[in-house]
């Protein structure tokens, strides 16, 4: 059994020290946003402390484009190289959406509808999604509507080495229920790795089967990855509800810093190169149909860096966050591909914050008002008619 109280601890100290050294030397700032803030648009941000480098942005998809029922095409990805492969079945588009008109089917007929992406080895990655039960329909391995099943018979998303890396490499599940009031990240590899938190029990409660849910997870390979603790950013937002962070060491059933590879399997090499979407779905009927949106997926240093849109001045107070696209980076200076969250309407305000690579970020969002186009200009004085004196 987990000791929470040992896993905050943990969490604590490690927020704190990254505190104490960076505070009003490191925050990223925004001073101006030059372009229209309409979804889809391009946008500028200048600043400082946005940190020198950007995320490598290997996939962005929100399933816009196609039509209900067909075939998703392995172009699908608005941003990024595409998915590498599906199979054994390909996932369709359904019109259950999160944003837009479309979203990924990935079960329909008692079968797994499943990409694959494949990426240039690394030891760090950011991983972001949207994921839902539609109204009426089961959970992977049920057969009634808003009951869970007996264990982990549904994998979202699985990290990997290799096309037979869940068997053997290096892996790891973001994300899946195992036992009662228990969701968890863990391997394949004899059950190490193992990070649990009651997500469903208590105040901590964020699943629900009536909306969507934002899984966001970022991963790093200690100095030496197989021997020294790895680091983690689990954030789950139950939208227009509350969210759920940790923020800290990766920590193992204890709770231990711990690695988050494992020396001498598979080939050898810590490293993460596969990315599966979702990670496995059991046999299930015909009435299990979970969706997943607006998929987002940086790897590599300074994978954590990046822009989010969300509905409060305070990021915690959020409860609408979306991820945006950045398309430059450099210290001072963005340019974003703009994605703010559904339901905003023309003149709403909403808020920019921008992620460096340490998970720093603006403490106070950037007020913009949407389908505004900054900078705005000071309406003309019609002085006729006015007499001089």
């Known amino acids: 059994m987990v000791n929470f109280k040992n896993?905050?601890?943990?969490?604590?100290?490690?927020?704190?020290?990254?505190?104490?050294?960076?505070?009003?030397?490191?925050?990223?700032?925004?001073?101006?946003?030059?372009?229209?803030?309409?979804?889809?648009?391009?946008?500028?941000?200048?600043?400082?402390n946005f940190g020198p480098q950007g995320p490598n942005l290997i996939?962005?998809?929100?399933?816009?484009?196609?039509?209900?029922?067909?075939?998703?095409?392995?172009?699908?990805p608005r941003f990024g190289s595409g998915w590498s492969a599906a199979g054994p079945n390909a996932p369709?588009?359904?019109?259950?959406?999160?944003?837009?008109?479309?979203?990924?089917?990935?079960?329909?007929?008692?079968?797994?509808?499943?990409?694959?992406?494949?990426?240039?080895?690394?030891?760090?990655?950011?991983?972001?999604?949207?994921?839902r039960i539609p109204d009426g329909t089961h959970f992977p391995a049920t057969s009634a509507t808003k009951t869970f099943p007996s264990g982990g018979f549904w994998k979202m998303m699985w990290l990997m080495d290799g096309d037979g890396g869940y068997?053997?490499?290096?892996?790891?599940?973001?994300?899946?229920?195992?036992?009662?009031n228990t969701w968890t990240l863990f391997t394949n590899n004899d059950g190490f790795n193992m990070y649990q938190e009651p997500y469903r029990s208590g105040s901590n409660n964020w699943w629900t089967w009536d909306g969507w849910m934002r899984h966001t997870y970022w991963l790093k390979g200690g100095a030496n990855p197989e021997v020294d603790a790895g680091s983690a950013y689990i954030h789950v937002l139950t939208e227009g509800t509350k969210q759920i962070e940790y923020n800290g060491p990766f920590v193992s059933q204890g709770p231990f810093p711990f690695p988050l590879f494992k020396a001498g399997v598979g080939n050898g090499v810590p490293q993460w190169n596969r990315l599966n979407v979702p990670g496995y779905?059991?046999?299930?009927?015909?009435n299990t149909h979970?969706?997943?949106?607006?998929?987002?997926?940086?790897?590599?240093?300074?994978?954590?860096?990046?822009?989010?849109?969300?509905?409060?001045?305070?990021?915690?107070?959020?409860?609408?966050?979306?991820?945006?696209?950045?398309?430059?980076?450099?210290?001072?200076?963005?340019?974003?591909?703009?994605?703010?969250?559904?339901?905003?309407?023309?003149?709403?305000?909403?808020?920019?914050?921008?992620?460096?690579?340490?998970?720093?970020?603006?403490?106070?969002?950037?007020?913009?008002?949407?389908?505004?186009?900054?900078?705005?200009?000071?309406?003309?004085?019609?002085?006729?008619?006015?007499?001089?004196?």
Request: proline residues 5%; charged residues 15%.
């Open 167 to 180: 068997n053997s490499d290096n892996n790891i599940v973001l994300g899946s229920f195992i036992t009662a």
């Open 59 to 76: 996939l962005y998809d929100d399933f816009e484009g196609g039509t209900t029922g067909l075939t998703i095409p392995l172009t699908s």
């Open 7 to 48: 896993l905050f601890i943990f969490s604590a100290m490690a927020i704190l020290t990254l505190c104490f050294s960076t505070v009003g030397v490191c925050d990223p700032v925004i001073n101006k946003l030059t372009g229209t803030f309409a979804n889809g648009q391009s946008v500028v941000l200048d600043g400082a």
């Open 281 to 286: 779905i059991a046999p299930s009927d015909t």
């Open 290 to 389: 979970p969706v997943y949106d607006d998929i987002y997926v940086a790897t590599g240093p300074n994978a954590r860096a990046r822009i989010d849109i969300g509905d409060n001045a305070t990021y915690g107070l959020c409860k609408k966050i979306s991820l945006s696209v950045p398309t430059s980076w450099s210290d001072n200076k963005l340019m974003v591909n703009v994605q703010h969250p559904p339901g905003f309407n023309l003149g709403d305000t909403a808020y920019i914050f921008i992620f460096d690579s340490n998970g720093l970020h603006n403490t106070n969002g950037y007020p913009v008002k949407i389908g505004t186009k900054y900078p705005e200009v000071a309406p003309a004085i019609n002085l006729r008619g006015v007499e001089s004196k």
């Open 92 to 131: 369709v588009y359904s019109s259950v959406a999160h944003s837009g008109n479309h979203s990924m089917l990935t079960s329909n007929n008692g079968a797994t509808l499943q990409f694959k992406k494949n990426f240039a080895p690394v030891t760090e990655a950011f991983v972001s999604f949207w994921v």
